[in-house]
């Protein structure tokens, strides 16, 4: 079992967007969670302060050279579904997901090589913090 912080009191202030995950040299965003194929997947995060915005699961099919070249393609895994999000996406008001600071999202059927989060903030401010954990089945 591998578990890491992926998102550590990342602030969230007015617009902004980050993303789970370490970056690689050459690449501006982050390559997310690598996850060999037989493992399952999940993320248990908080949210502090008043954000507004959108908390999205994303996942990619693209190698480390593909990240590293910016050309990796990223979509929404809309199979994430419960706790607050609907088809991969979770709104965040008032620093909350489904009335609730903390979330967990369980991938039991991911199919991608990779995993980030994707946080959107529109509005307020506050911080997010998750932690990633992989284990084989």
């Not at 591998?2 to 370490?22: M, Q, R």
Request: proline content about 1%; aromatic content about 6%; charged content about 10%.
């Amino acid at each position: 079992m591998l578990s890491h912080k992926v998102f550590d009191a990342v602030a969230l202030t007015g617009a902004n967007t980050v993303y789970s995950g370490s970056t690689i040299k050459g690449s501006a965003l982050a390559q997310g969670t690598a996850q060999p194929n037989g493992r399952v997947m999940s993320y248990v995060g908080q949210l502090t302060g008043n954000a507004a915005g959108t908390l999205t699961v994303e996942g990619s099919n693209s190698s480390d050279e593909d990240c590293r070249l910016g050309t990796d393609i990223w979509i929404t895994n809309d199979q994430v579904t419960g706790s607050g999000f609907t088809a991969g996406v979770a709104t965040m008001t008032g620093g909350q997901i489904n009335s609730a600071a903390k979330f967990a999202i369980a991938l039991t059927r991911n199919a991608f090589l990779r995993s980030r989060l994707k946080c959107v903030s529109t509005s307020g401010a506050g911080t997010i913090t998750a932690v990633a954990c992989s284990k084989a089945v």
